[in-house]
Every structure is written in structure tokens, then in C-alpha cells.
């Protein structure tokens, strides 16, 4: 009975594998669109916490006071505010629309955490202090950094942890994460987009590289906004486009153009 019961589970198994595999081309599209709208809200607000540090570097007076910066929605505009090194007052803030690189808006004058701006500080704290557990298999490859992304949903957070290059000429894609946190911050789900770091490295003995591509694991279906977000922070400096993930769940390849900013299912990347 024993070899019996054992090829009934993996017949189970596989079939239950198809049956998830089966999706419609709207269902299909409904997903790309979704995980496409969280890549560019991604972008948003990780484009806006690298300019505002970038005026902060430039800015003598400040850029050795403050400390830890957050980033979050403010209706129509992402705000960006930088903490005191004892993290209790708002030093300066910088508000961004439409992914500009200038802010609209900026204020110096020093006041009161908001809320808002309180959770996600002790939120961050909190889920900080949780990455050095093995379990979660969080690591910083050498010569990159990890950059976190908080984003508040209604009673928890969102918290994506993507890779960031020192170093000109590499998208680093891959050693990305997503923890859903309660409101104080304890670890309620985690997720690990990629196996490792990918690098792609944009230029070659040949020239620069005009496509990029890698795979996705089987237990990662779906092209990942860390993906989108990662790309669409990098490219600019590069001749990129448009870059291609393979899903061997379903055999598909899916391109993502961010000078159109579409993302879609393709047969090939050629």
C-alpha cells in the first residue's frame, strides 16, 4: 500500500499544481496589472528618498544632524522627512510630485512626529530588530546595501526590502524581500522574491547591453514589483528599456517597458 499511497499524493499534487497554474488571460492581466501598480508605488517612494538624500548630502548644515529618514503618500505627493539623531522631532521634510527629482515643497522648521509618522518609525524599529534571525535569510551581498520600503495598510505595513548598488553599471535585481508586519512591528508573513542577487551588469568588452533577463523559480510564478522598482530606479542610467523574467510555472516570459510603462506576457524576449 505503501507505493500506492505515495504515487496517489504525487498525482494529487501535480494536479493541484496544473489546476493553480490554470488562469484566465484576463485573470492573467488583472495580476500584471496589480503587481505593476505596486512596483510603481514602490518607485515612488523609494525615487523620492533617494533625491531628498541627495539634498540633504549637498546641504553643509544639515546632512550631519539628521539621522533615519521615512517616506510615505501624502495625498497627490510623496513626503520625505528626516529625523534628528535622537529620533524624536521632524528636522526637515521634502514633499515630491509625479516622481520629480526637485521637491515642490520643502520645510525646515522642526516639530512633532505626526501619527503617521510615528508608527512607521517604531514599526521599522521594530521589524529591524527582527532581521537577524536566520529563518528569514535576510543577508547583504558585498558592495551592496539593503533599502527598506514601508507602506501602511490599514492596520499593518508592507515592508519590501530591496538591494541597492554602490557601484555604477549594475541593476541589482534579486535578494529582495516582503514582510507584513502588524502595527507595532511583530513579523505576522515574509516572503523571498529571489534565491540570491542577480546583478545585471550593463556593460560589457562588447558595448552596453540593450536587454536584460533572468528566471524565476517555480514557487515565484509571477514577475515581482521589486523587480519593476529596482528597474525603474536603474535604467535611467543606463540604455535599458525594457527587461524580460522568465516563469517556468508558465513557460512565458514577461516584459516589462518602463519608457511605456506596460507590463505584459510574451512568448520570447527575441
Not at 496589480?34 to 533625491?51: D, P
Not at 526637515?92 to 509618522?117: G, P, T, W
Request: aromatic share 12%; glycine share 4%; with cysteine.
Amino acid at each position: 500500500m505503501k507505493p500506492i499511497s505515495i504515487f496517489l499524493i504525487l498525482m494529487w499534487s501535480i494536479s493541484i499544481f496544473s489546476q493553480e497554474n490554470k488562469i484566465s488571460d484576463n485573470e492573467f492581466q488583472l495580476k500584471l496589472d496589480s503587481i505593476k501598480s505596486e512596483g510603481n508605488l514602490l518607485y515612488s517612494l523609494e525615487n523620492a528618498s533617494w533625491n531628498a538624500s541627495d539634498i540633504i548630502r549637498e546641504n553643509k548644515m544639515l546632512r550631519n544632524e539628521v539621522g533615519q529618514y521615512l517616506t510615505y503618500k501624502s495625498n497627490d505627493t510623496v513626503k520625505t522627512v528626516f529625523l534628528n539623531k535622537k529620533a524624536d522631532k521632524v528636522m526637515v521634510e521634502y514633499l515630491f510630485l509625479n516622481n520629480s527629482k526637485k521637491a515642490i515643497k520643502h520645510r525646515l522648521k522642526e516639530r512633532d512626529l505626526n501619527s503617521l509618522e510615528l508608527d512607521l518609525k517604531n514599526n521599522r524599529e521594530k521589524l529591524i530588530s527582527q532581521l537577524s534571525d536566520p529563518k528569514y535569510e535576510v543577508g547583504v551581498p558585498e558592495g551592496f546595501s539593503l533599502n527598506l520600503i514601508t507602506i501602511p495598510s490599514g492596520n499593518k505595513f508592507r515592508t519590501y526590502i530591496i538591494t541597492g548598488a554602490n557601484d555604477s553599471g549594475v541593476i541589482p535585481f534579486g535578494n529582495d524581500y516582503l514582510f507584513v508586519t502588524d502595527k507595532i512591528g511583530n513579523i505576522l508573513e515574509s516572503k523571498k522574491f529571489h534565491s540570491r542577487l542577480i546583478p545585471q551588469y550593463t556593460s560589457t568588452a562588447q558595448g552596453e547591453m540593450s536587454m536584460s533577463t533572468h528566471s524565476h523559480l517555480k514557487t515565484n510564478s509571477f514577475i515581482s514589483a521589486t523587480d519593476i522598482c529596482t528597474f525603474k530606479l536603474y535604467a535611467p542610467f543606463t540604455k535599458l528599456e525594457k527587461f524580460f523574467v522568465y516563469s517556468p510555472a508558465y513557460s512565458t516570459y514577461f516584459e516589462y517597458d518602463g519608457k511605456k510603462d506596460t507590463l505584459k506576457k510574451v512568448k520570447s524576449p527575441f
